[in-house]
C-alpha cells in the first residue's frame, strides 16, 4: 500500500512523525451531498526514515501489501463467509428469523478475531510503514 504523506517532525531514533490525508469513498463534493458534515481530519504515524526526509517535506510512505491483504481478509471477509455459511446452514430451521439470527450471530463470530488481532498490533506496536521517496 502506498500514500503520499507530510513529515511532520523527524525523531531521534531515525524515524519520523507523518500525516496523511484520511482516505474515504467520499469525493468531499459537499456542495452536492452535505452528508459528512464535517472536515476530514489528518492520520498521524511513525514511520521508517531511511532517506532521511525532514519536517515539511511530502514523502511516498508504502507497507508491505502483504501485510495490508491479510488485515483486509480477516476484517471484511471472515465476517461475510461465517455469515452466509451460518445462514446456509441453517436452512434445515423452519423459521426465516431464525436463520437470519444464526447468520448474524456467525458474523459476529467472525468479527472476534478481528478485534483480537488490532489488539495484538497495538500492543506490538502496529503495522510498519516506510518512506521511500521524497518529493
Request: aromatic share 4%.
Given at each position: 500500500m502506498t500514500q503520499i504523506a507530510t513529515v511532520e517532525k523527524v525523531l531521534r531514533d531515525g524515524r519520523a512523525e507523518i500525516s496523511v490525508a484520511r482516505q474515504s469513498a467520499c469525493a468531499h463534493d459537499c456542495h452536492e451531498c452535505a452528508g459528512?458534515?464535517?472536515?476530514?481530519?489528518p492520520v498521524r504515524a511513525v514511520v521508517?526514515?531511511?532517506?532521511?526526509a525532514q519536517a515539511g517535506q511530502k514523502v511516498?510512505?508504502?507497507?508491505?501489501?502483504?501485510q495490508v491483504f491479510g488485515v483486509i481478509l480477516l476484517v471484511y471477509m471472515l465476517p461475510l463467509a461465517l455469515f452466509l455459511i451460518g445462514y446456509f446452514a441453517a436452512a434445515p430451521l423452519s423459521s426465516e428469523g431464525l436463520r437470519a439470527a444464526v447468520a448474524i450471530a456467525a458474523f459476529f463470530c467472525g468479527v472476534v478475531p478481528a478485534i483480537l488481532y488490532d489488539r495484538k498490533?497495538?500492543?506490538?506496536?502496529?503495522?510498519?510503514?516506510t518512506i521511500t521517496r521524497a518529493f
Open positions: 459528512c458534515g464535517g472536515t476530514v481530519a521508517e526514515n531511511p532517506i532521511g511516498v510512505v508504502e507497507s508491505a501489501s502483504r498490533v497495538k500492543r506490538s506496536g502496529g503495522m510498519t510503514f
